[in-house]
C-alpha cells in the first residue's frame, strides 16, 4: 500500500498560471481531503469529499476547485494562481463518509507563485 | 521534503524526560479533539484522539487530557525520545456541523 500519493512534489507557478495537484488513495477511504499550510499556521481546510461525486467547501476555497474523479482521486485545482496561494499542500483520506479525524495525510506539495 | 512552519512556539526537553504540549480550542461544540505529529518532510499523522464527554485518554507513552471548563487540551509524552521531535497540532472536529480546524503548532526539540 502506497497510502496517499501526491504530484508534484514541488511547482513553481507565474501568476495568471493554471496548474491542477493530484492526489491518489489506495486504501479504498471515502472521505478525501484537501488542506494547505502556511508558515507559522495550522492546517487549513480547501475542500473535502465525503464520497465519490460529492464535493463541499472547506475553510479557505476561494480561487481553488476540486474533482472527485473516482474514489481513488481528488484532485485541486488552481485556474489563476496567485502569489497569496504559495504554501504547502496536504491531501488526506479518511474511511468514513463524513469529515473524520482518522485522516491519512500525502507527503505533500510545495507551490510557490512568483 | 516539505517544511513545517518557521515561526512556531518551540517546547525544549531532555531526552528521556517528559513533555507536555499544551493547545487551546475555541468551538464549544466540537466533539473529538486529536493531535498529529507532523515530521519534517512529511504528512501529519494521527497520534490519539479524545471525545469531549472525556477529560483523559491514556495511549502508547502519551496522554490527552481535556478541560472543557478552560477549552484546554494538553498532549503529554512520557519519556521523550529524539524520535518524537516533530511539530505537534491539536485540531478539533465538530461532527454535526462538519467543522474541523487544526490549531497553530508546537514544535518540540528533543535534546541529547
Known amino acids: 500500500n502506497a497510502g496517499v500519493t501526491q504530484t508534484p512534489k514541488f511547482q513553481v507557478l507565474k501568476t495568471g498560471q493554471s496548474m491542477t495537484l493530484q492526489c491518489a488513495q489506495d486504501?479504498?477511504?471515502?472521505?478525501m481531503y484537501w488542506y494547505r499550510q502556511d508558515p507559522g499556521m495550522g492546517l487549513r481546510l480547501i475542500y473535502y469529499s465525503a464520497s465519490e461525486g460529492t464535493t463541499d467547501k472547506g475553510e479557505v476555497p476561494n480561487g481553488y476547485n476540486v474533482s472527485r474523479l473516482n474514489k481513488r482521486e481528488f484532485s485541486l485545482r488552481l485556474e489563476s494562481a496567485a502569489p497569496s496561494q504559495t504554501s504547502v499542500y496536504f491531501c488526506?483520506?479518511?474511511?468514513?463518509?463524513?469529515?473524520?479525524?482518522?485522516?491519512?495525510f500525502g507527503p505533500g506539495t510545495r507551490l510557490t507563485v512568483t | 521534503g516539505e517544511s513545517v512552519g518557521l515561526h512556531l512556539p518551540t517546547l525544549s526537553v531532555q531526552e528521556g524526560d517528559n513533555s507536555i504540549i499544551n493547545c487551546a480550542y475555541s468551538?464549544?461544540?466540537?466533539?473529538?479533539f486529536i493531535w498529529y505529529k507532523q515530521e519534517s518532510g512529511k504528512g501529519p499523522q494521527f497520534i490519539i484522539d479524545i471525545r469531549s464527554n472525556m477529560d483523559k485518554r491514556q495511549g502508547q507513552r502519551v496522554t490527552v487530557l481535556l478541560n472543557k471548563t478552560v477549552k484546554h487540551l494538553s498532549l503529554q509524552i512520557a519519556a521523550t525520545q529524539p524520535g518524537d521531535s516533530a511539530v505537534y497540532f491539536c485540531a478539533e472536529i465538530e461532527v454535526w456541523g462538519q467543522n474541523f480546524v487544526f490549531g497553530p503548532g508546537t514544535r518540540l526539540s528533543v535534546l541529547p
Open positions: 488526506a483520506s479518511s474511511p468514513g463518509q463524513a469529515i473524520s479525524y482518522e485522516q491519512y
Open positions: 468551538n464549544s461544540a466540537s466533539d473529538y
Open positions: 486504501m479504498n477511504h471515502n472521505s
